[in-house]
């Protein structure tokens, strides 16, 4: 609670006694911590691969690098690190983005979702062969939303399935319609999640295993900005996970 005290005076001018005032803080207080731990973080992330940038360019400005070899193992290096520093920034600006956004509804259009699987089936083909992953995409319902955002929001989910999968794995991504709902669903048979770290996933920068999710280019932003997403078209997302056996999550929609 915050507490403000103010005399109460009469009209002569003396103080008669006291009006306290209390309000509630709890939620204003996490919200603070929130974005504190927010910054905190976003410091931390970007700061990891500017040093390494940073680092290498040094050896190299001071000619302690005569090698060939390695002087283009650096520079792969500093290419690297670049790539994640813009896709960390990228992820950011567009939380922020959802974080302010106050969409007028005419700007909303039909989005196939259908379509949309279809399409990021072909994008993820290539990835998920590469990890000896089969992916599958059926089914249709249509949605009110920005295509653009949902597709972002389907790759998040259909590239964490494949990512977090097994040599001779599998990923299923429908669509069904029920009862005035479009539902989205996107499983795998992948490494799981265990079951004290489900609740926190969606937790920006939160990762169950930080050097898997960051040899695999993850920033930890992916399934917040999925759940931001979502729920900004009046989605629902909900998890389901089994260790070692695999992982589904579905995004309910009302139906356009
Ligand atoms: P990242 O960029 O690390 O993939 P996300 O926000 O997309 O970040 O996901 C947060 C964490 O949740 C991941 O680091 C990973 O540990 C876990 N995770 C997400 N999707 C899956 C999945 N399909 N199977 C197993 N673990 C997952």
């Not at 931390?44 to 050896?59: M, N, Q, R």
């Not at 283009?72 to 939380?95: A, P, T, V």
Request: with cysteine; proline share 2%.
């Amino acid at each position: 609670y915050r507490c403000i005290v103010s005399p109460a005076k009469s009209k002569e001018g003396l103080t008669t006694g006291a009006v306290l005032f209390l309000s509630d803080v709890t939620e204003i207080i996490r919200l603070e911590r929130v974005r504190s731990d927010f910054a905190a973080n976003v410091s931390h992330e970007l700061k990891t691969p500017l040093t390494a940038i940073k680092g290498f360019s040094e050896l190299m400005d001071a000619g302690l690098v005569a090698d060939d070899e390695k002087k283009r193992e650096y520079i792969r290096l500093i290419m690297k690190e670049s790539d994640r520093l813009m896709g960390l920034i990228n992820d950011i600006l567009k939380l922020a983005e959802l974080e302010n956004a106050t969409e007028e509804p005419q700007r909303l259009e039909i989005v196939s979702l259908g379509n949309i699987v279809k399409e990021v089936q072909v994008v993820l083909e290539g990835k998920a062969r590469e990890r000896q992953v089969t992916l599958s995409a059926c089914g249709d319902g249509s949605i009110r939303a920005d295509q653009e955002r949902i597709r972002e929001m389907v790759i998040n989910l259909v590239d964490n399935a494949v990512k977090y999968n097994r040599p001779g794995g599998r990923v299923d991504v429908s669509v069904r319609q029920m009862d005035g709902k479009v539902i989205l669903t996107v499983a795998d048979t992948g490494i799981g999640i265990p079951l004290e770290h489900q609740e926190r996933v969606f937790e920006r920068f939160y990762r169950v295993d930080k050097g898997r999710s960051r040899k695999s280019g993850g920033t930890g932003l992916g399934l917040s900005i999925v759940r931001h997403t979502a729920e900004h078209y009046g989605g629902v997302v909900a998890l389901e996970s089994e260790e070692q056996v695999g992982t589904r999550i579905t995004v309910t929609f009302p139906k356009a």
